[in-house]
């Protein structure tokens, strides 16, 4: 049986950064209210699935989590669902697995102390409304931090990608007021952050009013946080090319604590799918505004995101958004077969891609990936750069660290998470380098 007043949590949480952050804040609110983390490796009372919706058997993923949690001695934790998955399926999920007892949207987990209450009475309780604001004015002002720590500045999206469940699942556009923003990143920097990552679905199109009351954008934010003493680095991410200002291009220029990478998703480098996509640029506008950015800042990292086999896509089609890597040059890329996610307009369009074929597309994207990556860190060898320190390597006395450029680098030294240390580049791998401490 489940026990009625659980003492230790586990929020797992699957996908985005967002629900990374989502899941850390629901960590923090399970310690208010008076429950401690579970230790590595032991049996948590409470266990929270924190979703993601955007791909692949979601749902099944799901059910399969739940059945895992099921201890040796046929007992199961207090389960609740959260995230995408629980926004878009709740109903169904209430119905088909017994064994959770709460189920809260990506929206309304602010509300879970008190869900928690009612569970622990035997209720089974879900909760999918959407006062995207609401949520974060009721979370804990105290934060915690570890070196390289998100905050989320903006959420939801109405861009609606025919492929895409979140506007669906995360709501409208929202950005959350500059104030709050500002203040929770001095208390992450107290709690120990140095680096920040701006999160939304759409980060650039964040806007408000800064503290003079004038109306900015994101550039506006990014200006006021570099001004935090102790912060040494700021990122954002993800953004929309349609939203790529030329007043946040010039801050890629000016403001030195923001690094220099982007990661604009384009998807596809073929006009005829990007319009079935419902994208709303061009492969040409979207060039545009890489050159505008390396302009800025000739040294920028770029990173995409890149479906393939989208509903109709042709192997000219495919073809062109090779080219499109290939130009471009990416430093990273992170690429997806089309998953027809139920209730979007993709799912229904004709056309619909072999499994094989995509299988085909998706390998021989990936290998230009890490051919591009593997060439964009060999061109990194011999700088001398700084590392920002986020944990321990693997070996002894070894460290991990992220270069500027999102590179992770490893090197050894007597030097302490949360450094920020100067390294010679010495040898590059497709995913990492390997570096010597200077000082
Ligand atoms: N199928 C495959 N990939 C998808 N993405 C979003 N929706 C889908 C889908 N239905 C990818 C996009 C997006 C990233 C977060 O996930 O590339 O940028
Ligand atoms: Fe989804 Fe498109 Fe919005 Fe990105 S811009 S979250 S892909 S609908």
Redesign the pocket.
């Given at each position: 049986m489940t026990s009625t007043a659980p003492k230790t949590y586990r929020v797992k949480s699957f996908g985005?950064q967002m629900n990374v952050y989502d899941g850390d804040r629901m960590s923090e609110l399970l310690t208010q209210q008076g429950l401690s983390a579970a230790p590595e490796g032991e049996d948590a009372d409470l266990v929270v699935l924190n979703t993601c919706h955007?791909?692949e058997k979601a749902a099944e993923k799901v059910y399969s989590d739940i059945g895992r949690l099921r201890r040796d001695d046929g007992t199961v934790p207090l389960i609740a669902v959260a995230g995408c998955v629980a926004q878009a399926e709740g109903e169904e999920i209430m119905a088909r697995a017994p064994s959770v007892k709460m189920v809260v949207g990506p929206q309304a987990y602010h509300r879970l102390p008190d869900m928690l209450e009612r569970a622990k009475a035997g209720q089974r309780v879900t909760d999918t409304d959407m006062p995207a604001q609401t949520k974060f004015d009721a979370l804990p002002k105290t934060r915690r931090a570890n070196t390289s720590t998100f905050l989320t500045v903006q959420e939801g999206c109405d861009k609606f990608c025919t492929?895409?469940v979140v506007p669906y699942t995360r709501g409208a556009e929202i950005s959350r007021p500059f104030k709050d923003l500002a203040e929770e990143a001095r208390r992450l920097v107290e709690a120990g952050a140095r680096e920040i990552t701006l999160l939304g679905q759409n980060v650039n199109a964040w806007t408000g009013d800064n503290d003079k009351g004038q109306q900015v954008g994101l550039e506006g934010l990014i200006r006021d946080l570099a001004a935090i003493p102790d912060l040494a680095r700021i990122r954002y991410t993800?953004s929309h090319p349609n939203d790529m200002t030329q007043a946040l291009i010039d801050a890629h220029g000016e403001v030195d604590k923001l690094m220099p990478y982007l990661h604009l998703?384009v998807?596809s480098g073929s006009d005829r799918i990007l319009r079935a996509m419902n994208r709303s640029h061009t492969v040409e506008s979207y060039l545009e505004i890489l050159k505008r950015v390396r302009a800025a800042r000739p040294d920028i990292a770029l990173s995409g995101?890149?479906?393939v086999g989208f509903p109709g896509e042709t192997e000219e089609d495919f073809a062109d958004t090779l080219r499109l890597i290939d130009q471009v040059s990416y430093s990273a890329a992170f690429s997806?077969?089309?998953?027809p996610?139920p209730g979007t307009p993709a799912a229904t369009m004709d056309e619909q891609i072999a499994a094989e074929v995509m299988d085909d597309r998706l390998k021989r994207l990936q290998a230009l990936v890490i051919e591009k990556q593997t060439a964009f860190n060999q061109a990194s060898v011999g700088k001398v750069t700084q590392v920002l320190i986020e944990k321990r390597g693997r070996l002894e006395g070894q460290w991990l660290g992220k270069s500027p450029w999102l590179q992770s680098v490893h090197f050894e030294g007597d030097v302490a998470v949360g450094d920020l240390v100067t390294v010679e580049l010495l040898q590059a791998g497709p995913n990492s380098l390997a570096g010597r401490l200077v000082f």
């Open positions: 985005c955007i791909r492929y895409c993800t998703p998807q995101d890149f479906i997806f077969k089309y998953s996610r």
